[in-house]
């Protein structure tokens, strides 16, 4: 096995054109980790703010060369730590948080806890399982913080994004009577979610938003006096305003919810959406793509 592994990293954030491929040591996993040889990881707003810069303006990278991009992925476990119970050779999936990493998930190989993962179902691809755990988690933790709808009104905005349409399937299990703001072209998408559409973001007449486009304050401006706002973007929550009540999800990794977020893909209750597969030496292409919008689905990197 090599001693090094290739792995997209930013050193001076500039956008799409400062992802550098570089190679970094091979590291065996420690108590609770694995090692996953990785199949494929999805391209993610996150990535792009990265990579322009927002978190190392915002003070969250604090690293001495290089930071590692990528969130979520899927591949095999090629090593085990100590105390963990997943095989080597296991098919998984799963998310890493933060930003004060050497590497991400636009790599050949990661280190991960053994908890953030969850075994890919036998009938899933490994492409369309590395679209599921960021978003899929972050839709699940925002209607969590909605609670039941019993109800109520929702509007989830960017309901034909990846986060908006997992929000939209998941808030009306809670019973909520939702309706998704997206683009004309994707009246046919959202109704077949269940919701009613509009285009509209004028109408001040929801008891509550998630705010899935990160509209921000004019999210926060479709809520009903004394109603709730989801945002997306922790940290930077639009102010307060006539009794809503603010909020924004931040995704936490949950290998137990991903192992079912999964199963239910597998399944075909839920839909993995992939727009495109690239190779790493691709991921500004995508990101560029991305950067564009109107992209439904993930770009998904293959390392
Ligand atoms: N805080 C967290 O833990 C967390 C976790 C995951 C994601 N996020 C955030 O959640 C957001 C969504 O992520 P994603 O992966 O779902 O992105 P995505 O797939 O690109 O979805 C965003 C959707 O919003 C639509 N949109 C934007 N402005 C709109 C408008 N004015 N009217 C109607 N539709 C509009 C976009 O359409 P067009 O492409 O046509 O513009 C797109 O369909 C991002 O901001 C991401 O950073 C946060």
Known sequence: MSSTFRTAVIRTPAGPDSIEIIEVPVVDP??????VEIAAASVNPVDLALADGMFHEL??????DHTGIGWDFAGTVTAVGPDVDVPAGARVAGLV?????DYGTYAEQLIVAATDIALVPDGLDLTAAATV????????QAVDLLGDGAGRTLLVTGAAGTVGAYAVTFARERGWLVTGLARTD???FVRDLGADFTTRTDARAWD??????ALQERGLALVRDNGVFVGVRPGAEPKAERGVTVGAVSVQPDGTRLARLLADTASGRLTARVHAVVPLEQAAEAHRAVAKGGVRGKYVIQP
């Not at 420690?30 to 090692?35: A, I, K, M, S």
């Not at 755990?133 to 699940?140: H, S, Y």
């Open 30 to 35: 420690g108590p609770g980790e694995v090692r």
């Open 59 to 64: 003070g969250f990278v604090d690293q001495p």
């Open 97 to 101: 948080t933060g930003f004060d990493r």
């Open 133 to 140: 755990p960021m978003n899929g988690l972050a839709a699940a």
């Open 186 to 188: 994707d009246e046919r």
């Open 208 to 213: 509550a938003v998630v705010d899935a486009a």
